[in-house]
């Protein structure tokens, strides 16, 4: 059996703040997605990493897979209230099987 | 596009009783899945299919069944209802089945069972 741990759990700051979430586990993964979800809504993908040591930017957000493939981290710059919502890690272990971590819940006050 | 359409959004079954959540995807995608989220748990698979036709377990299928006749559609059925399955229940849809492909995801079916 896989652990993936996501932290921290829950995560309450203020507008501009910066912040880093985290996804880890003991496996190495061919792949790792981040997703956001919002409340009532369904998971939307953030974005895929591939490479070991890869890191990849969307506006505010820095995603940054392990060297080793094991873990992952998001890094959001000036946090607004938009980027309010649950962050699902979910790693690949090859295939088309993906598993997904308990999340991180963010809330940002204006 | 609709996208994944969910139906219905909200439901409460006694136990015992049996229902069919219903998953359609208009992008012509040959992976269809089904998820549950329990509150404070990430999703965990239930059934997947490669394509129309084709069906197999996930990580929880206890308790449920599927069926891929349409490539569109990928409905769950649940037979016996318990309390145990009370969650949210997610269907998604990818193109392919590669590591990197999108899962797109409809907008949950919330399921009580009382």
């Known amino acids: 059996t896989q652990l993936l741990e996501q932290s921290p759990q829950f995560l309450s700051i203020q507008e501009g703040e910066n912040l880093t979430v985290y996804c880890n586990s003991s496996?190495?993964?061919?792949?790792l997605q981040w997703y956001r979800q919002e409340p009532g809504e369904g998971p939307v993908l953030l974005v895929t990493?591939?490479?070991?040591?890869e890191v990849k930017k969307l506006k505010r957000l820095t995603f940054q897979f392990g060297d080793a493939r094991k873990d992952s981290s998001l890094h959001i710059t000036a946090a607004q209230p938009g980027d309010t919502g649950l962050y699902l890690c979910a790693p690949n272990t090859g295939g088309f099987k993906t598993i997904f971590g308990a999340g991180t819940r963010l809330f940002v006050k204006a | 596009n609709a996208g994944v359409t969910q139906t219905p959004k909200f439901r409460i079954l006694k136990i015992g009783q049996s229902m069919t959540l219903q998953c359609t995807q208009d992008?012509?995608?040959?992976?269809m899945y089904w998820y549950r989220q329990d509150p404070g748990m990430g999703l965990k698979l239930i059934y997947y299919?490669?394509?129309?036709?084709?069906?197999d377990k996930g990580e929880v299928p206890n308790g449920y069944n599927v069926s891929r006749s349409t490539t569109e559609d990928f409905p769950l059925r649940l037979e016996l209802a318990a309390p145990s399955q009370t969650s949210v229940y997610f269907c998604?849809?990818?193109?392919?089945?590669?590591?990197?492909?999108?899962?797109?995801f409809g907008p949950g079916t919330r399921l009580t069972v009382l």
């Open positions: 998604a849809s990818s193109y392919g089945g590669s590591n990197s492909d999108t899962q797109y």
């Open positions: 496996s190495v993964f061919s792949s």
């Open positions: 990493v591939v490479t070991g040591g």
């Open positions: 992008m012509n995608h040959n992976y």
């Open positions: 299919s490669v394509g129309a036709g084709i069906t």
